[in-house]
């Protein structure tokens, strides 16, 4: 069993920046991929970027692409996802999510989920 907890969330003016934190209490989470995902009010939560287990693979989302950028520092155990020009369609509750099957971009395919840190973006 893997624990997430993610970090780093806030208020943030837009055309700010933030850098989220995704810690894990395992040592396995050095050996698989993790994903960040995103779900704002009224909406279903949907794929922001997935980084490899060694962090030379990473996709994100076309409407984060140049934007965001997603790593990782095995040793320390921990996933961020830099966040910078944001704007209001950013405001979401973010989440990070652990060991993947199939396609990485789907919330499906995830087994571990933290709890969630909110990102609102004011314009």
């Not at 893997?2 to 050095?30: I, N, P």
């Not at 944001?86 to 060991?99: K, R």
């Not at 969630?116 to 314009?123: A, D, I, K, L, R």
Request: aromatic share 12%.
């Amino acid at each position: 069993q893997v624990q997430l907890v993610e970090s780093g969330g806030g208020l943030v003016q837009a055309g700010g920046s933030l850098r989220l934190s995704c810690a894990a209490s395992d040592g396995t989470f050095s050996s698989i991929p993790v994903g960040w995902f995103r779900q704002a009010p009224g909406k279903e939560r949907e794929f922001v970027a997935v980084i490899s287990w060694s962090g030379s693979t990473t996709f994100h989302a076309d409407s984060v692409k140049d934007r965001f950028t997603i790593s990782r520092d095995n040793a320390k155990k921990t996933v961020y996802l830099q966040m910078n020009s944001l704007n209001s369609e950013d405001t979401a509750v973010y989440y990070c999510a652990a060991a993947p099957d199939g396609s990485w971009k789907e919330p499906s395919d995830y087994r571990f989920w933290g709890q969630g840190t909110q990102v609102t973006v004011s314009s």
